[in-house]
């Protein structure tokens, strides 16, 4: 097993689109894999194969795939741009409470959970673009949601992206609400009825407005009151915590 030297968080924070975020100097990543890291100083490129392991210290969220590739630029020795191809899977835990007030980084007195995991066959980040790609089988699941399509173009800058699905395919998503003291919830702590599922040609995200935009086909079910809905467009409103 090799392991790398220390890298900065935006290595990590670049590839996944939801990881992009604030970075903290006590914060580290590693990268380990079973075969040993090509390295270019002159190109400021590095490539990891086979198992390829990398772990946010701060946080513990990480990722796995069957290569990395990187590039640094070679004055600031920034990351600009990175891919992740083959197997990724990348787990994204979230810090509840600010390090300014724990006062630590360690589990025990930071209150991390789990937020969302991202399964796909290819992840590629571009810092001059400001834009993150996953393409191939995407899976996105959340405690909020669930959505599976091909390709998500985001461009984190902005908040704003699209997904899409195969030709002749649709996206697919579960929007589970959040239960009450009155809803039987199932093992995983959803409620039963509790959730909105459908289908659309593309779904456009807006953070910064706090909407999507589904498009193409639209077919809605809550399963609350058992009704359907049915559109070429619409527009789903989300507050702070999505």
């Not at 990590?12 to 380990?32: K, N």
């Not at 393409?135 to 091909?150: C, P």
């Amino acid at each position: 097993m090799m392991k790398s030297r220390t890298l900065h968080i935006a290595i990590f924070t670049g590839l996944i689109l939801c990881m992009v975020g604030r970075t903290h100097a006590q914060d580290i990543v590693t990268i380990t894999s079973e075969k040993t890291a090509v390295v270019d100083k002159l190109k400021g490129t590095a490539v990891w194969r086979k198992n390829v392991y990398v772990v946010r210290k701060l946080t513990g969220s990480n990722l796995m795939t069957d290569r990395l590739s990187l590039k640094r630029d070679s004055k600031s020795g920034r990351v600009i741009w990175a891919e992740a191809a083959g197997n990724v899977r990348a787990v994204y835990f979230q810090i509840q409470e600010p390090l300014e007030k724990t006062g630590s980084v360690d589990g025990d007195t930071a209150k991390i959970e789990p937020h969302t995991t991202i399964t796909c066959e290819s992840a590629t980040f571009d810092r001059n673009e400001a834009l993150a790609e996953l393409k191939g089988n995407l899976w996105v699941r959340s405690k909020a949601f669930e959505i599976k399509g091909d390709k998500a173009r985001y461009n984190y800058e902005e908040e704003r992206g699209k997904i899409t699905a195969l030709p002749g395919d649709q996206v697919h998503f579960i929007y589970f609400k959040k239960s009450t003291s009155t809803e039987k919830g199932n093992e995983n702590g959803k409620p039963e009825n509790g959730k909105i599922t459908g289908s659309a040609d593309e779904i456009l995200v807006d953070r910064k407005a706090g909407k999507s935009v589904l498009q193409g086909k639209v077919l809605i079910d809550d399963h609350t009151d058992q009704s359907r809905f049915e559109a070429d467009r619409a527009e789903l409103f989300f507050d702070r915590n999505e």
